[in-house]
């Protein structure tokens, strides 16, 4: 079965420093997802991704963070300068499609990744 | 502002019994809600989806109602599992600005005690 699929699964780094955490969603998925859960806290939104640019994004998707695909098959979260307060696993998850209910859409079932846990020192 | 809202506490059930958890929204009316499951350390995994027009969606032991009045939603699962015991979130688009932005709940954890 497919599955989405994180590198690394654990990442520690200093404060300050850059950090890219890498995902490879499902092949034929078109929409990529990233959220973060700080431990003991719910799962939260950070940024959706379509055809090669941001959909939406979160108030925590602030300067620091950028997203990119780089090729067919990668899709990555950059964090330039972490904090401290950027300890948290942070999950890739993709779905094939949005659906559709008059003029709002709303995303379809979602697959995610085991997780990146971050952190940060 | 708009919310979601779970029990925090945790549900304790002895295995066969069926488990009931509940989500609350407010000040907003959602075209879908998802339910997804979670273990300790791993992702969410998506278990059903329900739509605004649909009061009742089924899938083997789980059933999802879905009440638009009083903004909620149940999740139920039946003759349960001591392998059922996880976190599980309930999930939908909240508007931010322009945009829907997918919200998830704290989550309830169950605990099926055998």
């Known amino acids: 079965e497919p599955e989405v699929t994180q590198t690394p699964s654990h990442q520690v780094t200093q404060m300050g420093q850059e950090v890219i955490l890498r995902c490879v969603p499902i092949?034929?998925?078109?929409?990529f997802y990233w959220y973060r859960q700080i431990l003991g806290q719910k799962v939260e939104f950070l940024v959706s991704f379509y055809n090669n640019e941001i959909s939406e994004k979160s108030e925590i998707f602030d300067d620091q963070f950028s997203v990119e695909r780089p090729d067919g098959s990668n899709f990555t979260l950059k964090i330039r300068s972490t904090k401290l307060e950027d300890s948290a696993m942070y999950f890739c998850?993709?779905?094939?499609?949005?659906?559709?209910?008059?003029?709002?859409?709303?995303?379809?079932?979602?697959?995610f990744g085991p997780g990146t846990r971050l952190t940060v020192l | 502002s708009q919310k979601i809202e779970q029990n925090s506490e945790a549900l304790n059930i002895q295995e066969g019994k069926t488990a009931t958890l509940t989500c609350n929204y407010t000040?907003?009316?959602?075209?879908?809600l998802q339910w997804y499951r979670q273990d300790p350390g791993r992702g969410p995994v998506f278990l059903l989806l329900i739509r605004e027009n649909e009061k009742e969606k089924r899938k083997e032991r789980l059933k999802v109602t879905f009440d638009t009045t009083l903004k909620q939603s149940l999740f139920h699962i039946t003759a349960s599992q001591p392998a059922d015991s996880a976190t599980y979130l309930c999930?939908?688009?909240?508007?931010?600005?322009?945009?829907?932005?997918?919200?998830f709940g704290r989550g309830t954890s169950l605990i099926v005690h055998p």
């Open positions: 000040n907003y009316s959602p075209a879908y």
């Open positions: 998850a993709s779905s094939e499609s949005r659906l559709l209910s008059g003029v709002r859409s709303s995303y379809n079932e979602q697959f």
């Open positions: 092949s034929n998925h078109l929409y």
């Open positions: 999930a939908l688009d909240i508007k931010s600005g322009g945009s829907y932005i997918p919200t």
